[in-house]
């Protein structure tokens, strides 16, 4: 029997601080350790696009069923710490851009965005709710 809720993705080094991610259906990504000068995302860029990403899935299925925006970007910060709990993010921050032009839908689309930001939030964005919830996670070594 398969696990249809198991996902996975495989990262590889392809060089000294840089590495490609590759998923179950062959999509890749490459990202990098983020010295000066390197135009690579770094992991933690990765973790803000992917609570930026999760949510803006959402909200442009909920919205745009109703009108096609002409305008939808989202902003997400946060701060990079060390404290005695370790190098961790604090106070992320997701903030949403959108706007519809006039036309049909476009006032229902609307007045449902807020509700569906609150709602991807608190229910449906897997990355934010893994993230506030405080999921553990693993880490072990195997022979090579």
Not at 34 to 53: H, K, R
Not at 82 to 100: H, I, K, S
Request: proline share 5%; glycine share 10%.
């Amino acid at each position: 029997m398969t696990d249809t809720s198991l996902r996975s993705v495989t990262v590889e080094r392809t060089g000294p601080g840089h590495f490609t991610a590759t998923n179950a259906r062959g999509g890749t990504i490459s990202f990098g350790s983020g010295p000066e000068g390197d135009a690579d995302f770094t992991p933690v860029e990765l973790l803000l696009a992917a609570l930026g990403g999760c949510t803006a899935v959402d909200v442009d299925i909920a919205t745009s069923r109703h009108a096609e925006p002409s305008e939808f970007s989202v902003a997400v910060t946060g701060h990079k710490i060390n404290d005695e709990l370790g190098n961790r993010m604090t106070d992320l921050t997701v903030t949403f851009t959108v706007a519809f032009p006039d036309g049909e839908g476009a006032e229902r689309a609307r007045t449902i965005l807020p509700r569906a930001v609150r709602t991807s939030h608190d229910r449906l964005c897997t990355v934010s709710r893994t993230v506030e919830t405080g999921t553990p996670v693993t880490a072990t070594v195997e022979d090579a």
